[in-house]
């Protein structure tokens, strides 16, 4: 037996009908989903139907506005168009008012954004906006009406030291979102990590991560963990372990970890080598990411290559290096191109899988520290003497800002996020 189906007068194509806001006091909002609503008391009734916009009108403004405004005399036609003007003036108004206040949010971004990148204090966003307001005033001074307009504009932008410390929180809250998103999606990646004590001799623990995006491979601030009192290599270990758990990550995606070698960050049962395998890299396989042309198809590093990638063919990987060194135009091209732009742009995924893993592979790994001595400089640029009270929840924000490729939406950060003019 087949029962029909319930019908579902709210997905029926039901059309607003003009004559209603006569008759009903009733009108469609021009947007999307929009529903019938009343002019005088701006109630919705959530079906377009007219027993329904009839029932709500009679059962509570007839008698009054019936009384007053008689049906199609010149009276109600003009009450009718005033409220709905009214109620268009408003929406206009409301609109307006909304999008200065995120245009004044946007632009409070930016200068948060500027400051955080050349690594100075919050402070400093006042400073800007008394900079920008002097200027404008002396740039605009022929026009005075203009130059009122502009100042009054630069006035609501939001630039206290308290509201610049709240942006840049959005703003690295936004990177790493970005960079957790793109380290999901990575099948490897390699840390390097080093320590070092802040201005106030905090122990400040920093995690660089490398992996390619599928477009280009990326260095980023993974995170800056303080560790307060004695350093261990199981303090690191487990320090990093609940980071990777808390944000979702997976510690089977490292394959390479790079340290200072400070006897805190290495051994097997107790250091960060517990992470990976730390593979010795053979000066052959070496040469083959540099060099794949001057390496042999049957030598013992393919063996090594099969041990570090597991997903690799071995016979089908001596086949491609093969393939590779009888093309000439490849030859060619590795000589005008950059080593990680040779494997990632110009050799083919489809015919070199094999060599393209085991290069990519090796691309990942970090050859040295050195980008978290570079973190530290900037770390002591941001916490200097005079800033020496910053806290390191807004220490590792504004390193995470000052060494990010990333960059926000910032006019989506502005309209996602609630604005204001606080100051």
Known sequence: MEFAKKRKVDQENRHFKTDWAERYCFFLPDHANAKPTCLICMQNVAVIKSDNLKRHFTSIHAASFNANYSEKSDQRTQKIAGLLASYKHSVSTMSKTTSAQESATAASLHVSWTLAKARKPFADAELIKRCAIDMAREVLNPDEKQQKKVVELL??????????????????????????????????????????CDRTDMEQLSVFVRFFDGKIFREELLCLLTLPGRTTGEIIFHELTLFFEKNGLNVSQIVSVVTDGAPSMVGKHKGLERFESSPKISGDILLFLRQPFSVSA??????????????????????????????????????????????????????????????????????????????????????????????????????????????PDIRQVASSRRSHFSH
């Open 298 to 407: 049957d030598g013992q590093w393919t063996g090594e290559a099969k041990r570090l990638v597991t997903s690799i063919e071995e016979g089908a990987l001596q086949m491609e290096v093969l393939e590779m060194g009888s093309s000439e135009l490849l030859k060619a091209q590795h000589k005008d191109a950059p080593m990680c732009d040779f494997w990632i742009n110009v050799v083919p995924q489809a015919r070199f899988k094999n060599t393209r893993a085991i290069a990519m592979f090796l691309l990942t790994m970090f050859p040295s520290t050195y980008i978290c001595e570079s973190g530290f400089s900037s770390m002591n640029a941001i916490k200097s003497q005079d800033r020496n009270r910053l806290s390191s929840a807004h220490l590792g924000q504004c390193l995470r800002i000052a060494t990010t490729e990333y960059k």
């Open 155 to 196: 006035k609501q932008v939001p630039l206290s030291a308290n509201t610049a410390t709240r942006r840049v929180e959005v703003l690295a809250e936004e990177c790493f979102s970005s960079l957790l998103t793109d380290l999901k999606k990575t099948e490897a990646i390699s840390l390097a990590i080093d320590s070092s």
